[in-house]
C-alpha cells in the first residue's frame, strides 16, 4: 500500500516517482520491476505492450477480441461490471487514427488492418439502428456489437463525435496515399465514407447530443473541436481529389464560433446548453485540444493549441481540480504532476483517475513543448500567467526567445512536469503492463475494464509526442477567423451508401523502409509473499443495512457471519451503489467467498447462490475484484 505522507516527498523536480507494482487477476503479459527510477526504461519496455495491447482488441484474429468481425475494434474484453466488449464509433476512430499515423511513421505492416477498419466502418454506416440509419441520423450511433450489428438496448444517444473522428482518421489514410499515387483509391473506396460522415456533420452539428462520456445531453467542447476539425480538412481533401464539399467550406467557420462559447474567461466549459449543475471542468476539453493539435498551427487560441494561453490556463484549472479529492494526490503541490479522472463531481465506479485523461495532460504538454520550439519563443499572456508563474514564481507577461535564460528554465520545468504524469502511469501501471480503463483514487490499483483500447492508444500518442512525433497539419492556421456573423446554421449534404469496399492489391509506399516493431522481453513480475485485495459489490442498501464479505478462509471469517468483514460504504453515492473493502491475502491462495448484508436488528441476509471462487494473483501488490450482489 502507499505511505501517503511520503508520497510528495517521492516527487523530483521531475516529477519522477518510485513506481509500485499492481497486479491484476488475470495479465497474461508480463514486465519486469518497475523499479528501475528511469521514466525513459518504462517507456520503452510499456511502448510495444501498449502496441499489442490495441492490436489484441481488434478482429478478427485479436487474441482478445473472439468473434469480432474484421477491422472492429473492441473498447475492452471485459464482459461484465463493466461490459465493454462493444464497438464504440469515437474509441475505434480514435484508435485507428493512432495506427495510421503509425503506418505513415513506417510500421507498414499495419496497412491490412486499417483497409480492414475502412471496410467496416462502410458496413456500419448502413446499419440501421436506434439513432435512425444512413441518411436519418444513424451515423452518430455510439455503438454497435463486435459483429457488426446494432445494440438496441437503451443508452446515451446521439453522439455526434463519431462521424468526425471517423472522418479524421480516413482523411489522414487518404493523405498517404495520394502522396503514394493512388489518389483513385481514394476517390473510389475512402471518399465515399468521409463523404457521409461530413455530410453528417455538416446537418447536425448545431444540435445537442450526449459527450464523450455518455452522461452530459448537450453541447460538448470535444465534439465541436473534433467536427471543426473535420470539416476543415474535410474541405481540402475534396478540393485536393476534385470533389465537392460546399457544406464543409459554410459551415466550418460557425462551428468555429461555437467553439469559441465554451471558454469562461478562466477555463473551458466542457458541456454548455445543458444544466447538471456541475462545475465544468473535465478532461474533455484537454482530450478536445489534443486531438485538434496542429503542428504548424503555432499558439492560435481560436482552435485552442496545446500552446495558446488559454489551454494552457484550461490545462491548470483542471488538474488542480484533481488535488484535494483524490487520496493518492495528497500533499503533491501546484505545479507537479496528479492522476486526472474525468471531472471532479465524477461517482462512475467511484469517481477515479483514469489512464486516458493522465496520459492526455502529458501530451498536451509535449504538444506545447513542440510548438515553442518550431516558434522559437513562448508567450505569457494575463490568462496563461497562473500556468507559468507554478514554474517560475517570478515570472512576468511577455515573449520570451528560446535563446533567453527564462525560455529555457521554463521548458525545462514544464518538460519535467509532463513527465510527472507519465510517471504516474509507470506507478500506477501493473507489472504485466496491462492498462485498465482507471485506478483507485486511494490506492491506485486498476480498476474497471481491463486492457483498455483507449487506454493503450493514449499511452502511445503521449509518448510519441514526448519524443517530437507529430502528425501531419489539418491546416488550423488556415481556419482560425471567426465569420463577421455567428448563427446556428447547417447544410443538407448527400448520403450515399459506399459500396467498393474492396483495396487494391499491393498498395505500397513508393519510398520508405519498414519499421522493426519492438517486442516486449519476457521476463517476469516479482512474486509477492501477500496481496492487498480490494471487494467491491454494487448493492443498494436503505438506512441502517450493513455490507459483509464471508468466506472458506480464515481471513474471511470461515463462513461465520459473526466473523465477516465489515465494509465501507464511503463510496457509496446516489448513482454508485458501491460497498468496498481491501483485504490482505497470501498471493496464489484460492478460496470461496460471498456478500452479506444486516439491519438494524441484525437480521443476516445472505446473497443467491453460487458461492464466489477467487484465486489470489501471484504478480503485484494490489488486486482488484468488481462484483455486483446476486
Not at 177 to 206: A, C, K
Not at 286 to 295: A, E, Q, W
Not at 521 to 533: F, H, L
Not at 594 to 605: E, Q, S
Amino acid at each position: 500500500m502507499l505511505v501517503h505522507s511520503s508520497f510528495a516527498a517521492l516527487l523530483g523536480a521531475a516529477g519522477i516517482v518510485v513506481p509500485i507494482c499492481f497486479g491484476l487477476p488475470a495479465e497474461p503479459r508480463l514486465l519486469g520491476s518497475r523499479a528501475t527510477g528511469s521514466l525513459a526504461s518504462f517507456l520503452a519496455a510499456e511502448s510495444p505492450i501498449a502496441l499489442q495491447g490495441v492490436l489484441s482488441n481488434i478482429g478478427p484474429n485479436g487474441s482478445k477480441a473472439p468473434g469480432a468481425s474484421p477491422g472492429i475494434v473492441i473498447a475492452s474484453p471485459s464482459t461484465s461490471n463493466p461490459n465493454y466488449f462493444y464497438t464504440w464509433t469515437r474509441d475505434s476512430a480514435l484508435t485507428f487514427k493512432l495506427l495510421v499515423d503509425t503506418f505513415i511513421s513506417g510500421d507498414f505492416a499495419l496497412q491490412p488492418q486499417i483497409e480492414n477498419y475502412i471496410s467496416a466502418q462502410a458496413k456500419l454506416q448502413t446499419v440501421s439502428n436506434p439513432s435512425g440509419g444512413l441518411s436519418t441520423g444513424g451515423l452518430a450511433e455510439p455503438k454497435f456489437n463486435a459483429d457488426e450489428t446494432a445494440f438496441t438496448g437503451p443508452w446515451g444517444r446521439p453522439q455526434r463525435d463519431g462521424p468526425a473522428l471517423r472522418a479524421t482518421a480516413l482523411i489522414a489514410y487518404a493523405h498517404w496515399l495520394i502522396r503514394n499515387d493512388y489518389t483513385s483509391t481514394v476517390n473510389s473506396i475512402l471518399w465515399p465514407i468521409i463523404s457521409n460522415d461530413l455530410s453528417y456533420v455538416e446537418q447536425y452539428w448545431n444540435q445537442t447530443g450526449f459527450d464523450l462520456w455518455e452522461e452530459v445531453n448537450g453541447s460538448s467542447f470535444f465534439t465541436a473541436a473534433v467536427q471543426h476539425r473535420a470539416l476543415v480538412e474535410g474541405a481540402a481533401l475534396a478540393q485536393q481529389i476534385g470533389q465537392m464539399c460546399p457544406g464543409c467550406v459554410s459551415q466550418a467557420p460557425q462551428v468555429l464560433c461555437l467553439l469559441q462559447s465554451f471558454w469562461n474567461g478562466q477555463y473551458l466549459v466542457a458541456n454548455i446548453n445543458q444544466n447538471n449543475g456541475r462545475s465544468g471542468k473535465d478532461a474533455n476539453t484537454l482530450l478536445g485540444s489534443i486531438h485538434t493539435f496542429d503542428p504548424a498551427a503555432g499558439c492560435d487560441a481560436a482552435t485552442f493549441q496545446p500552446c495558446s494561453d488559454k489551454a494552457l490556463a484550461n490545462h491548470k484549472v483542471l488538474t488542480d481540480s484533481f488535488r484535494s479529492i483524490y487520496i493518492i494526490n495528497s500533499g503533491i503541490p501546484e505545479g507537479t504532476a496528479v492522476a486526472v479522472g474525468r471531472y471532479p463531481e465524477d461517482t462512475y465506479m467511484g469517481g477515479n483517475p483514469w489512464y486516458i485523461n493522465t496520459a492526455a495532460a502529458a501530451e498536451l504538454l509535449y504538444s506545447a513543448l513542440y510548438q515553442w520550439s518550431r516558434l522559437g519563443s513562448l508567450t505569457i499572456t494575463p490568462v496563461s500567467f497562473s500556468f507559468f508563474r507554478d514554474f517560475a514564481p517570478t515570472v512576468t507577461i511577455g515573449t520570451y526567445a528560446s535563446s533567453t535564460s527564462t525560455y529555457s528554465t521554463l521548458t525545462n520545468a514544464i518538460r519535467a512536469y509532463a513527465d510527472g504524469y507519465m510517471s504516474l502511469i509507470e506507478r500506477y501501471t501493473p507489472c504485466g503492463g496491462g492498462l485498465a480503463e482507471q485506478f483507485s483514487r486511494s490506492n491506485g490499483a486498476p480498476l474497471s475494464a481491463v486492457d483498455l483500447t483507449w487506454s493503450y492508444a493514449s499511452f502511445l500518442t503521449a509518448i510519441a509526442r514526448r519524443s517530437g512525433t507529430v502528425p501531419s497539419s489539418w491546416g488550423a492556421s488556415n481556419a482560425n477567423v471567426l465569420p463577421s456573423t455567428c448563427s446556428g446554421t447547417s447544410y443538407v449534404g448527400p448520403y450515399a451508401t459506399a459500396t467498393d469496399t474492396i483495396f487494391p492489391p499491393n498498395q505500397t509506399p513508393t519510398a520508405g523502409t519498414t519499421t522493426i516493431r519492438a517486442t516486449a522481453p519476457p521476463t517476469t513480475c516479482p512474486t509477492p509473499s501477500s496481496v492487498a485485495v480490494t471487494f467491491s459489490v454494487i448493492e443498494t442498501t436503505t438506512y441502517g443495512e450493513t455490507v459483509y464479505i464471508v468466506g472458506s478462509i480464515p481471513q474471511l471469517g470461515n463462513w461465520i457471519p459473526s466473523q465477516a468483514v465489515l465494509l465501507s460504504v464511503s463510496q457509496y453515492t446516489g448513482s454508485n451503489h458501491v460497498w468496498f473493502g481491501t483485504v490482505s491475502l497470501p498471493a496464489a491462495l484460492s478460496f470461496q467467498y460471498k456478500y452479506l448484508k444486516t439491519d438494524n436488528n441484525g437480521a443476516v441476509v445472505w446473497e443467491a447462490d453460487p458461492n464466489r471462487n477467487y484465486v489470489v494473483p501471484t504478480t503485484g501488490g494490489t488486486a482488484v475484484e468488481n462484483d455486483t450482489w446476486q
